[in-house]
C-alpha cells in the first residue's frame, strides 16, 4: 500500500528509478523514506547531497500543479535537507557526538515515521480481517416484498386514541412562545419531508417530540389530507397497535399548492 | 467446510428470506435439494441444542428468525433504544439553538460560518429540535426549537437548567474535574500498567 | 427460559454491537456479569457444535457474526456495501492517535509532516475518534483519542489488542506470511498465470 512497504524494489544504485509521481505519497517523509528504503541507504548515514539533489528533482516537474499547502509541506523539507547539507560542510570536532550529528533530529523523524507506517500496516491488516466477518443483514437477498395496501379502516375514534395518550400538558419548555400554534401546513411539510426519505414513518414520530395537544391534532390532519391526496397510505395492523404513514403513489406536491407551505423555508 | 456450515452461514447473513436455489448460489457444488436436506439438518440441531432461534420458511423462502417466545424480551430491549450519538457539528448546532431559541436557519449559520441545513435535519431527524413557529422577515422562516427530547437527552428538567453563558467556565471546570477524579480512579486500578 | 437463550434471542436480533448491560435490558433478572457468563457459555457451545458464526468482542460490544472463511461464499450474493476501506492519511493519522492517545493536532502533523486537520475533521465526523480532553499547553489544545467506533471498524477488543511497538516487528513478518498464503493460493486457482 504505502511506498515504504516496497523495500527492495530497486536496490541499484543508480539515481535513474526515482521518477517516482508524488501522488503516491502521503508527504515529504513519506517520499525522503521511499528514497532512502529503496536505495538500500544506511538510515544512520544518509547521504545528504544526493537525497537533497533526488528529493529536490523529484519536485520539480509537479510542484506548480500541487495545491499551495501540500507544496508549502514539500518546500519546507527541501529547506531542511539544503539547511542540513550546508551543516555538515562546516568543519566539526575530531569525533562528533551523534546528538551534534545535523542528521539526527531528521533521522529520528524518519524512523519514528517509519514505524507509524508499521502500525499503518497491522491495522490494513486488522480491517481486512473485520471484512471477513459479516453480521445479520450483511446479504441484501431478494427486494422486501410491499407491504399490501390496507383500505383506510382506522376510525378517528382509533386515531384519537392515541392523541389521548399525550399526557396534558408537557412540561412547559420556556422558550416556547405561550401562545404558540402549529399549523396543519407545517406538519403537512414534515411529513412529506420524512417520507421523501423514508418509505414508511411512525405517526408517533409527527407529534410526540412536541409532546402537545396541538401538535397532535395538527398531524392527525395532516396525515389525512395527504392520505386524501393518496400521497400516502395509513396503515394499522391491529386496533392500537402502532399507526404508520407508507410513502404513496402521488408524493409529489401537487400543482396549484403553495410552494411556500411544501419547502423547508426560503433559502 | 460442510454443506450445512454453508447454508447456515447464508441464511444468518441474509436480510430477507431466501429460497433454496438462492442460498444455492452460494457455492458451484449446492443444488437446491442439498440445500433443502441441510436446512433440515440444522433445524433438528437448533431444536435439540434448544437454540433461541430457528430456520421458518415464509413463502417459498427460508430465513433465520428468533423464536416467537422471545418476543417480550427483543420488544423490551427495543424500547430503550441506545442513546445517540451527535457528530461535533451536531453538537454546536443544537448548543446555538438551546441557548438563542426560537432561531432560524440563518442565524444559525452566521454564528457557526457553515451551511447548517444538513446538520438541522439530523437534529429534526434525532428529535432533538423542532419547528416552533415562523419568523417576522422575509418568507417568514422557520423557527426552530430544542424539544422534550433534547432535554431527556441531557437529563435536564427545563432549559432554565442550562448554565447561563457567563457561568459556563465555572460548571465546565467542574465537570472537567469531575472527569479527572474519575480517570485518576481508573489509573489507579490499572495499575501501572501501561496501554500504548 | 434459560439466561443464555435471553442473551442469544437479543444478540441474534441485533445488527450492531451491544454492551453487556445493553443485552440485560431484556430482562429484571439480567445484569451484566449474567450476560458476560451466558455469552461464554453460547461461545463454547457454537465452538462445539461448528456453528458457521460466532459472538466476537468489539471494544465493549457483543456482536453474531459470521466465521472469516465463509466470507468467499458470503461475497458472491448482492451485498449490502461493505464499511469503506480507510484512505492511507486516515489510516496513518488513526495508527499515529491510537498509539499515541490522547494527542493534539499539533503533534499529530510533526509526526506525519503535512497538516492534519482536514483528515481530522473527516474521522470526527465517521466518529472514528473524539475530543477525549485538553492538553496543558498554549491555548490549551484539544486532544483527541479513538473511539468504540475505531475499535468496532478494526475488530479489536480494546487497544491492548494492537501490538505493542517493540512485537510490531514479528505481528508484521506474520501478517506478511499470511497474506502471501493467500496470494499462492489465488496465483494457483488462477491456474498457473504467474504474477510479480
Keep these: ?267 | 467446510m460442510k454443506v450445512e456450515q454453508i447454508v447456515e452461514a447464508t441464511l444468518f447473513a441474509s436480510q430477507t428470506p431466501l429460497t433454496a436455489d438462492e442460498i444455492a448460489r452460494a457455492d458451484e457444488v449446492l443444488v437446491a435439494e442439498s440445500v433443502v436436506a441441510a436446512i433440515q439438518t440444522l433445524r433438528d440441531e437448533y431444536e435439540g441444542s434448544e437454540r433461541a432461534f430457528q430456520i421458518y420458511q415464509l413463502g417459498d423462502g427460508y430465513q433465520v428468525l428468533t423464536r416467537p417466545e422471545y418476543a417480550p424480551y427483543l420488544e423490551r430491549f427495543d424500547s430503550v433504544p441506545r442513546a445517540p450519538h451527535l457528530s461535533p457539528a451536531a453538537l454546536e448546532t443544537l448548543a446555538i439553538i438551546a441557548y438563542r431559541n426560537p432561531i432560524g436557519r440563518i442565524e444559525i449559520e452566521e454564528v457557526r460560518g457553515v451551511s447548517a441545513s444538513s446538520v438541522l435535519r439530523t437534529l429534526l431527524d434525532w428529535e432533538l429540535v423542532a419547528v416552533v413557529g415562523r419568523g417576522e422577515g422575509l418568507g417568514r422562516p422557520l423557527l426552530y426549537g430544542v424539544t422534550q427530547m433534547f432535554l431527556e437527552h441531557f437529563g435536564l428538567k427545563d432549559l432554565s437548567d442550562l448554565p447561563a453563558p457567563d457561568e459556563l467556565p465555572v460548571v465546565l471546570g467542574e465537570l472537567q474535574e469531575a472527569m479527572e477524579a474519575e480517570a485518576a480512579v481508573a489509573d489507579a486500578e490499572e495499575a501501572g500498567e501501561e496501554v500504548i
Excluded at chain 1, 514539500?74 to 562528533?96: D, H, N, S, W, Y
Aim: overall charge negative; cysteine-free; glycine content about 6%.
Design chain 1, 1 to 267: 500500500m504505502s511506498p515504504s512497504a516496497q523495500v527492495g524494489e530497486g536496490t541499484h544504485r543508480s539515481i535513474e528509478p526515482f521518477q517516482v509521481s508524488l501522488e503516491r505519497f502521503e508527504g515529504p517523509l513519506d517520499l525522503l523514506l521511499h528514497l532512502i528504503r529503496s536505495q538500500d541507504i544506511d538510515i544512520f548515514d544518509i547521504p545528504i547531497a544526493r537525497i537533497t539533489e533526488q528529493f529536490v528533482r523529484t519536485l520539480e516537474d509537479e510542484l506548480e500543479a500541487m495545491p499551495i499547502e501540500r507544496a508549502g509541506e514539500f518546500l519546507e523539507m527541501a529547506a531542511t535537507l539544503v539547511r542540513i547539507k550546508a551543516q555538515l560542510l562546516l568543519p566539526r570536532p575530531e569525533q562528533p557526538d551523534w546528538e551534534e550529528d545535523p542528521r539526527a533530529e531528521l533521522v529520528r523523524r524518519l524512523l519514528e515515521y517509519e514505524h507509524f507506517q508499521d502500525v499503518v500496516h497491522v491495522l490494513e491488516g486488522a480491517e481486512a480481517q473485520r471484512g471477513r466477518h459479516f453480521g445479520k443483514g450483511y446479504v441484501a437477498g431478494r427486494p422486501a416484498p410491499a407491504l399490501a395496501p390496507v383500505e383506510l379502516e382506522l376510525t378517528l375514534a382509533d386515531f384519537l386514541s392515541v392523541v389521548a395518550r399525550i399526557p396534558e400538558p408537557a412540561p412547559p419548555v420556556e422558550i416556547r412562545p405561550p401562545s404558540q400554534t402549529v399549523t396543519v401546513e407545517e406538519k403537512v411539510s414534515l411529513l412529506r419531508r420524512l417520507l421523501g426519505k423514508a418509505k414508511r414513518v411512525s405517526f408517533d414520530r409527527l407529534f410526540r417530540p412536541w409532546g402537545t395537544r396541538a401538535h397532535a391534532v395538527a398531524a392527525l390532519l395532516a396525515a389525512l389530507e395527504l392520505a386524501r391526496q393518496q400521497a400516502l397510505r395509513i396503515e394499522q395492523v391491529k386496533p392500537f397497535a402502532s399507526i404508520w404513514l407508507l410513502s404513496g403513489d402521488r408524493l409529489r406536491p401537487p400543482a396549484g399548492v403553495d410552494s411556500d407551505e411544501t419547502a423547508e423555508g426560503p433559502e
